[in-house]
């Protein structure tokens, strides 16, 4: 990885355990609403939303109330600092090139960014993205579940206050555009535990791709779904999604128990599917050459406790690995006919929630914990056992900078030394591991103490749950929690 010289400048900006669920909402259905200065105008299902871009002062308050207000300018670490009564926080708007937030009726605590035809790399505004969620309505109101197709657009960058002297109008008026949200759903008969998309590309490239979405539920079943109709009616005028197309394409039952484990293949075009549940089994689901979705008979088996995530090798069709609640992570091999791992590794004295494989460096997997570390692991140490006990390989990076459970982890997908970490302790953190310290810098960043210098970014967010990097727009960060969907790009990255 290329070495970057140490930033000694670290922006300051809750998350629940995957079987933990949130309080449910006031209304009925899934009401989106863009959140402007920390509000905005929704409306209902299918329709579009038009909302301010969030982060903006508000133009009708006068610099004498600004001048009133009580405002607290030092950087605060969640987790260290405390509110006092009274007090809130703000997110400091010049270290954000891009913010906006949304919330729903119910929450989304798990969900996935949709690849789009719009190419990659775009540094342009406003931003437009795809994704797609499934939402936790509970008790009674359960049947008011969905897998809700998004698109947003208008998605503009900070305003930022120009300077005096400078005449420049180049800018795009595009950019002072309001956002847009629009919606359509497929309906679910329980609440969504995990969510993942993936798609099948055409041969022909006047043709979308086909988007599958795969879904797993409370109820044990895993859910595959066709959202191609869903994605091209927000683009093509007229566009009709019937109720036979919002049908899954299968309903897996396969899982005795619940479950929060699943991927997608990224090598198999067709589609090839794994999911874990609470029993510690693992299924494998491939769709045939008819269209067709076939699971095998025989589970993957090695785990004591449940499996909290699975993730398909990046570079070899075969492979794949596993966290679980019992402290390990196995590295599996589909192609043994005994269906036992072929490296497990005890990485934590905790549950291993999640991980993450590098795209860019293949050989690099991280793994997040319920003790709140998080750690980078070097697989060509992992090997498999030779008779005697094999001893237990050390992590290239470790960090213990949070302080509550480590709820999702991802590599940024074209950078092999930028991750971003959600954990429970209400905070969203980008780390840079190509940063390193030398023996004669403090291990305090910025004068904070037990800061690494190798974070760059705390993002403030209550309850956050997932985080993904949009793989189109450098930088791009969402992330769900309990209180809604955030939508950031930092100066940082």
Known sequence: M??????????????????????QGHNGG????????????????????????????????????????????????PGRNKLEAGQSLAPDTSAYEMLH???????????DIVKDQFGSGRKAYPATLYAV?????????????????????????????????????????????????ETKSTPLSSTANRIRAHQCPSSDSSIPPKTLTATMTEASEVLIHDITPHLSAFDVPGTIVTPQQSKPLATLRMHSDEGYAIDWSSLVPQGKLLTGDNNGKIFITSCTDGGNWTTDDKP???HQSSVEDVQWSPNERSVFASASSDGTVKIWDVRSKSHKPAVSVTVSDTDVNVLSWSHQTTHLLATGADDGQWAVWDLRQWKPPSGGSSPKPKSIASYNFHKEQITSIEWHPTDDSIISVAAGDNTLTLWDLAVELDDEESKDTAGVKDVPPQLLFVHYMEQVKECHWHPQIPGCVMATGNSGFGIFKTISV
């Open 2 to 23: 290329a070495k970057r010289a140490a930033d000694t400048d670290v922006q300051g900006a809750d998350s629940m355990k995957k079987g933990e669920r949130p309080m």
């Open 30 to 77: 899934v009401d989106v609403d863009f959140d402007d200065d920390f509000e905005d105008e929704f409306e209902s299902e299918d329709e579009i939303f038009e909302a301010g871009a969030d982060g903006q002062p508000d133009q009708g308050v006068d610099e004498e109330s600004r001048d009133a207000m009580d405002v607290d300018q030092q950087t605060f670490m």
């Open 101 to 111: 937030t949304l919330t729903t009726t119910w929450p989304c605590l798990s969900f």
């Open 133 to 181: 969620a499934g939402t936790q309505a509970e008790g009674k109101r359960k049947r008011e579940n969905e897998v809700m197709v998004m698109k947003l657009s208008g998605l503009s960058r900070m305003q930022r206050i120009q300077d005096e002297d400078s005449d420049d109008e180049d800018d795009d008026d595009d950019e002072d555009a309001e956002p847009i949200l």
């Open 300 to 302: 993957f088996i090695g």
